[in-house]
Nanobody, 119 residues
């Protein structure tokens, strides 16, 4: 059973920072691309950032220069450092990973963590 568990969400004022973490656990042979997605109220889920196993990253235009994705493969974790947060960053943030478990390559999602940017 593979699980992705996010943490670090919360309420922050505009201009503030948060760091999201996602821990991957279970019967895992390898983890490939990991990413963060978000879904605001009444909106479609969108890609925020992702990072390959080799460390290549890409970001949504709306977060470039403010958010940084990183990963720690020794701990099977991925992080999202979010700075200069704006009200429009308010959303549920989801961790996502392509990983190999029991000889099967699949895409997995976490349950999400709420980020609210408001004064």
């Amino acid at each position: 059973q593979v699980q992705l568990v996010e943490s670090g969400g919360g309420l922050v004022q505009p201009g503030g920072s948060l760091r999201l973490s996602c821990a991957v656990s279970g019967s895992i042979s390898d983890i490939y691309t990991m990413g963060w997605w978000r879904q605001g109220s009444g909106k479609q889920r969108e890609l925020v950032a992702r990072i390959t196993r080799s460390g290549n990253t890409n970001y949504a235009d709306s977060v470039k220069g403010r958010f940084t994705i990183s990963r720690d493969d020794t701990k099977n974790m991925v992080f999202l450092q979010m700075n200069s947060l704006k009200p429009e960053d308010t959303a549920v943030y989801y961790c996502n990973a392509d990983l190999l478990s029991q000889s099967t390559l699949r895409n997995y999602w976490g349950q999400g963590t709420q980020v609210t940017v408001s004064s």
